[in-house]
């Protein structure tokens, strides 16, 4: 086999390194533009599970990478001249010269053939190396190979909003630290951390306005060296900034939809990059590069398309988790002012959680110490702004109690609407929905919520949605909420919602979204202007004129006065979800030219309207909230500088919580899932407008739910699918914290001592497993941070 390598970045050379290993037969050559010690850049960093990977793949550049290691163990975040520091967070970091270094070094000892000062032309790659069985392109983030053949690659690249510069110093430092400053234009971030004695990376951060103001755009490199030594002379500690192609940039975001073409396949960089703050673009190059070895070793010979399909099945999830992860890392740094009114604790914890793989659980294995730190903040800060005194009980930030208006749940765990479409045709419940929803109340959760329940037999999604518009709805609802409230502490919202042009479906467990299949059954559609929801399938719903919009108007009061007599706690309006509201909230399904359509003012209108009618009749003493998407997953949809207008014009109308949802407007929306996918949203809502928010999505454990309300990111948490299958989540996760200030039912007592027990047990052991799990700077014979120090 003729492999030809176009870059020689970590990504290529290892991959030639670990190929030519495997099959020292085969000829494989790389081609560099740059020449062998000319390479941009200060350091890299790995973090401990990546250093396992390279150990076991080729222990002699592990060794020589290993001894060039600086290595740490804390995470500082500095904001305005305080400091919080976190421990156990196991990273390397070492200079990329080094590490390129090693690795030509040891393709030199494997026989890869390295040809330097080569810049390939991706038009005559055919003619150069038409004799080549794979062509691997490893050309880095400005791929011109990717780029030549975006055709068949089809990137798709979005340009990030911050601008960022990578400098030197040869300041020494023991940390990773994050240095937070505010100045007269806007805050700026700089992330430093040492790679060899004596040297270490200084990568500065800001958005695109403070940039401009510091007059950065005119600034070449040596001014602007100048400029950011003034502003960080402090942390600088008198050491000077190091230049290395240190222009001001911004992040490309890159993902290819297809990773080969021919005999050619995309590696590194070129085909997937994730923003330098999680730290992972070379570990991202060199953990594929491990694979598509491995691929093309066993399969090339036969079949190169087999194998570079193998390589794309094993890596594309990962890349995706990865990137998403840099995603959301990226995002938060692009609104860092956000948080930057919080207390050094809890901005510290923002810092540490803003990807979302690590949370509270995590922090306690890394440093329970760091984890006592900030929920003493919490508490003190919880006592400060509502009088709830934690400070002693300690129960984490799940087990405290919130209050709206009159109602106060005894803690933030939500159990989500959904719909159990187990209502007989008339809309009434049966003892399905006596027991879904009285055992979630014996489950903990401080308030539970109804499924969307219609205010008229024509608001229903489905022939089993739960009705009340009759005097036995009421009684049926009654019956649940007096249990629920003679027998847990729990607080019962009635969540009112009208189907719109997603009505007249099948069950949830049948065709969704479909129209019933008996034609006769079906009912007439309404919605904010007439576009079906599934083209060609689904009904066109007629656009609402101004009685029917009464007639619906009156049906909500109706019904939300019902739910008052019923004895509910909490009311909300649906809103979401492309539901008869929601369809006259987005741009997608109103096209409406009315005083109901077009500008977001007009758009609100009508939900408006019907929020301040449901108002008007619900006792004040009693909370409200609307329920959002707040994105539709769509280009064209409601952006998010819409959903604080609504957020603010809900507040004026009374509205005290935003129940943030996302998508479900139209068929065609392309989600981002992935663990909290949606928190995002909540966190945007409760930082800018500054209003009470529930978040939602993906989120399955208790360690997320503590993370959420810890960073400000939401004030209650909601699960959906997880209540499904586990009924119990929140006594359980009080029983693993040792929460000891929850209401158990008296019936249930002794079972509670168990749990209590099981749980403290299984939570240490975990602990114990997970500490032990961590790979130690000792099991690599790193030199410690303290041996950096002492080399300089
Ligand atoms: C500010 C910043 C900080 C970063 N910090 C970190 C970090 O801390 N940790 C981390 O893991 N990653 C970090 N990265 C990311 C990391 O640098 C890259 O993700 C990684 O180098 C990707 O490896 P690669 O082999 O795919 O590409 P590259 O390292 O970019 O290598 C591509 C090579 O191809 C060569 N080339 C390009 N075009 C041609 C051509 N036509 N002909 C011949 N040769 C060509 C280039 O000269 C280059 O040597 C950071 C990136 C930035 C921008
Ligand atoms: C079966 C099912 C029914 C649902 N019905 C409703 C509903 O009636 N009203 C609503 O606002 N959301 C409804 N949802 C959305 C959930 O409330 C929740 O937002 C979503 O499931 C994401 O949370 P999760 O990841 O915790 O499940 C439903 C979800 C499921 C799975």
Same mark, same amino acid.
């Given at each position: 086999?003729?492999?030809?390598?176009?870059?020689?970045?970590?990504?290529?050379?290892?991959?030639?390194?670990?190929?030519?290993?495997?099959?020292?037969?085969?000829?494989?050559?790389?081609?560099?533009?740059?020449?062998?010690?000319?390479?941009?850049?200060?350091?890299?960093?790995?973090?401990?599970?990546?250093?396992?990977?390279?150990?076991?793949?080729?222990?002699?550049?592990?060794?020589?990478?290993?001894?060039?290691?600086?290595?740490?163990?804390?995470?500082?975040?500095?904001?305005?001249?305080?400091?919080?520091?976190?421990?156990?967070?196991?990273?390397?970091?070492?200079?990329?010269?080094?590490?390129?270094?090693?690795?030509?070094?040891?393709?030199?000892?494997?026989?890869?053939?390295?040809?330097?000062?080569?810049?390939?032309?991706?038009?005559?790659?055919?003619?150069?190396?038409?004799?080549?069985?794979?062509?691997?392109?490893?050309?880095?983030?400005?791929?011109?190979?990717?780029?030549?053949?975006?055709?068949?690659?089809?990137?798709?690249?979005?340009?990030?909003?911050?601008?960022?510069?990578?400098?030197?110093?040869?300041?020494?430092?023991?940390?990773?630290?994050?240095?937070?400053?505010?100045?007269?234009?806007?805050?700026?971030?700089?992330?430093?951390?040492?790679?060899?004695?004596?040297?270490?990376?200084?990568?500065?951060?800001?958005?695109?306005?403070?940039?401009?103001?510091?007059?950065?755009?005119?600034?070449?490199?040596?001014?602007?060296?100048?400029?950011?030594?003034?502003?960080?002379?402090?942390?600088?500690?008198?050491?000077?900034?190091?230049? @290395?192609?240190?222009?001001?940039?911004?992040?490309?975001?890159?993902?290819?939809?297809?990773?080969?073409?021919?005999?050619?396949?995309?590696?590194?960089?070129?085909?997937?990059?994730?923003?330098?703050?999680?730290?992972?673009?070379?570990?991202?190059?060199?953990?594929?590069?491990?694979?598509?070895?491995?691929?093309?070793?066993?399969?090339?010979?036969?079949?190169?398309?087999?194998?570079?399909?193998? $390589?794309?099945?094993?890596?594309?999830?990962?890349?995706?988790?990865?990137?998403?992860?840099?995603?959301?890392?990226?995002?938060?740094?692009?609104?860092?002012?956000?948080?930057?009114?919080?207390?050094?604790?809890?901005?510290?914890?923002?810092?540490?959680?803003?990807?979302?793989?690590?949370?509270?659980?995590?922090?306690?294995?890394?440093?329970?110490? $760091?984890?006592?730190?900030?929920?003493?903040?919490?508490?003190?800060?919880?006592?400060?702004?509502?009088?709830?005194?934690?400070?002693?009980?300690?129960?984490?930030?799940?087990?405290?109690?919130?209050?709206?208006?009159?109602?106060?749940?005894?803690?933030?765990?939500?159990?989500?609407?959904?719909?159990?479409?187990?209502?007989?045709?008339?809309?009434?419940?049966?003892?399905?929905?006596?027991?879904?929803?009285?055992?979630?109340?014996?489950?903990?959760?401080?308030?539970?919520?109804?499924?969307?329940?219609?205010?008229?037999?024509?608001?229903?999604?489905?022939?089993?949605?739960?009705?009340?518009?009759?005097?036995?709805?009421?009684?049926?609802?009654?019956?649940?909420?007096?249990?629920?409230?003679?027998?847990?502490?729990?607080?019962?919202?009635?969540?009112?919602?009208?189907?719109?042009?997603?009505?007249?479906?099948?069950?949830?467990?049948?065709?969704?979204?479909?129209?019933?299949?008996?034609?006769?059954?079906?009912?007439?559609?309404?919605?904010?202007?007439?576009?079906?929801?599934?083209?060609?399938?689904?009904?066109?719903?007629?656009?609402?004129?101004?009685?029917?919009?009464?007639?619906?108007?009156?049906?909500?009061?109706?019904?939300?006065?019902?739910?008052?007599?019923?004895?509910?706690?909490?009311?909300?309006?649906?809103?979401?979800?492309?539901?008869?509201?929601?369809?006259?909230?987005?741009?997608?399904?109103?096209?409406?030219?009315?005083?109901?359509?077009?500008?977001?003012?007009?758009?609100?209108?009508?939900?408006?309207?019907?929020?301040?009618?449901?108002?008007?009749?619900?006792?004040?003493?009693?909370?409200?909230?609307?329920?959002?998407?707040?994105?539709?997953?769509?280009?064209?949809?409601?952006?998010?500088?819409?959903?604080?207008?609504?957020?603010?014009?809900?507040?004026?109308?009374?509205?005290?919580?935003?129940?943030?949802?996302?998508?479900?407007?139209?068929?065609?929306?392309?989600?981002?899932?992935?663990?909290?996918?949606?928190?995002?949203?909540?966190?945007?809502?409760?930082?800018?407008?500054?209003?009470?928010?529930?978040?939602?999505?993906?989120?399955?454990?208790?360690?997320?739910?503590?993370?959420?309300?810890?960073?400000?990111?939401?004030?209650?948490?909601?699960?959906?699918?997880?209540?499904?299958? @586990?009924?119990?989540?929140?006594?359980?996760?009080?029983?693993?914290?040792?929460?000891?200030?929850?209401?158990?039912?008296?019936?249930?007592?002794?079972?509670?001592?168990?749990?209590?027990?099981?749980?403290?047990?299984?939570?240490?052991?975990?602990?114990?497993?997970?500490?032990?799990?961590?790979?130690?700077?000792?099991?690599?014979?790193?030199?410690?941070?303290?041996?950096?120090?002492?080399?300089?």
């Amino acid at each position: 086999m003729r492999i030809t390598v176009i870059g020689g970045g970590p990504g290529g050379l290892y991959f030639a390194l670990l190929t030519k290993k495997r099959r020292p037969d085969w000829s494989i050559d790389i081609y560099e533009q740059n020449r062998a010690d000319d390479t941009f850049g200060f350091g890299v960093v790995f973090s401990d599970e990546t250093l396992h990977e390279f150990l076991s793949r080729d222990r002699i550049s592990f060794d020589r990478i290993r001894s060039q290691f600086a290595y740490w163990d804390d995470v500082a975040i500095h904001k305005q001249g305080t400091e919080m520091r976190c421990g156990g967070n196991g990273f390397a970091g070492i200079s990329r010269m080094k590490l390129l270094n090693i690795l030509q070094q040891r393709c030199r000892e494997e026989g890869v053939g390295l040809h330097f000062s080569e810049p390939v032309d991706p038009a005559k790659l055919e003619a150069r190396f038409g004799a080549s069985d794979i062509i691997v392109a490893a050309d880095g983030v400005n791929s011109r190979i990717r780029e030549h053949f975006k055709a068949e690659f089809e990137p798709e690249l979005s340009i990030k909003a911050n601008c960022f510069c990578w400098m030197g110093s040869t300041r020494p430092m023991d940390e990773f630290n994050y240095f937070f400053k505010e100045t007269e234009h806007g805050i700026i971030c700089a992330h430093c951390y040492q790679y060899e004695p004596g040297r270490s990376t200084w990568v500065f951060e800001m958005d695109e306005a403070c940039w401009e103001s510091h007059g950065f755009r005119e600034t070449d490199e040596e001014d602007s060296r100048a400029r950011l030594e003034a502003l960080y002379a402090e942390e600088l500690r008198g050491h000077p900034l190091l230049l @290395n192609r240190s222009h001001w940039r911004r992040f490309p975001r890159i993902f290819c939809r297809n990773w080969s073409h021919g005999n050619m396949v995309l590696l590194g960089d070129a085909k997937a990059s994730a923003h330098f703050s999680i730290g992972s673009g070379t570990k991202l190059a060199m953990e594929c590069a491990i694979s598509l070895s491995d691929a093309v070793v066993e399969k090339a010979e036969r079949d190169v398309k087999a194998a570079f399909a193998a $390589y794309d099945a094993e890596r594309r999830t990962p890349c995706q988790v990865i990137q998403h992860n840099a995603d959301v890392s990226l995002a938060w740094f692009e609104h860092m002012n956000r948080s930057w009114d919080m207390d050094p604790e809890q901005f510290s914890m923002v810092v540490m959680c803003r990807a979302k793989s690590i949370t509270y659980d995590n922090l306690v294995v890394r440093d329970p110490s $760091y984890v006592e730190k900030v929920d003493t903040a919490y508490y003190e800060r919880l006592f400060r702004e509502t009088g709830y005194d934690y400070r002693d009980s300690r129960p984490t930030p799940m087990f405290t109690r919130f209050k709206l208006r009159g109602m106060e749940i005894e803690n933030r765990v939500v159990m989500s609407p959904m719909a159990q479409y187990s209502a007989d045709d008339g809309g009434n419940l049966t003892d399905w929905h006596f027991v879904h929803y009285t055992s979630h109340a014996l489950g903990g959760a401080g308030l539970v919520f109804t499924e969307m329940t219609c205010p008229s037999p024509d608001a229903r999604i489905t022939w089993g949605c739960t009705g009340l518009w009759t005097d036995a709805h009421e009684a049926q609802w009654k019956h649940i909420v007096d249990f629920v409230h003679e027998h847990s502490q729990a607080k019962m919202c009635m969540q009112l919602g009208h189907a719109g042009r997603k009505g007249s479906t099948q069950l949830g467990w049948e065709k969704a979204d479909w129209p019933i299949e008996e034609k006769a059954r079906n009912w007439p559609l309404h919605s904010a202007s007439p576009i079906p929801y599934l083209e060609g399938v689904s009904a066109t719903p007629r656009e609402i004129d101004r009685a029917g919009m009464e007639r619906i108007e009156q049906d909500f009061v109706q019904a939300v006065e019902r739910a008052e007599r019923a004895g509910f706690d909490m009311c909300e309006l649906h809103c979401a979800h492309g539901y008869l509201m929601a369809s006259f909230l987005s741009p997608l399904t109103n096209e409406r030219t009315d005083e109901y359509g077009g500008s977001i003012e007009n758009r609100l209108r009508y939900p408006l309207e019907v929020f301040r009618a449901m108002r008007a009749v619900w006792p004040a003493r009693k909370p409200m909230s609307v329920r959002i998407s707040a994105t539709d997953w769509k280009d064209g949809g409601i952006s998010e500088a819409e959903t604080f207008a609504i957020a603010e014009a809900l507040a004026e109308a009374g509205c005290d919580l935003i129940d943030v949802s996302a998508g479900q407007t139209v068929a065609d929306q392309k989600p981002v899932y992935g663990r909290m996918f949606q928190v995002q949203f909540a966190e945007a809502i409760r930082n800018v407008p500054k209003m009470a928010v529930m978040a939602v999505g993906a989120i399955t454990e208790p360690g997320q739910v503590n993370t959420i309300l810890h960073t400000r990111r939401a004030d209650l948490v909601a699960l959906g699918r997880p209540h499904m299958w @586990n009924p119990y989540f929140t006594h359980q996760a009080a029983a693993w914290y040792d929460a000891r200030n929850q209401h158990w039912p008296k019936q249930y007592l002794s079972g509670r001592d168990q749990a209590y027990r099981e749980f403290q047990k299984r939570r240490e052991q975990e602990i114990e497993l997970r500490r032990k799990a961590r790979p130690r700077p000792s099991e690599f014979d790193l030199p410690s941070p303290n041996h950096a120090r002492a080399a300089e």
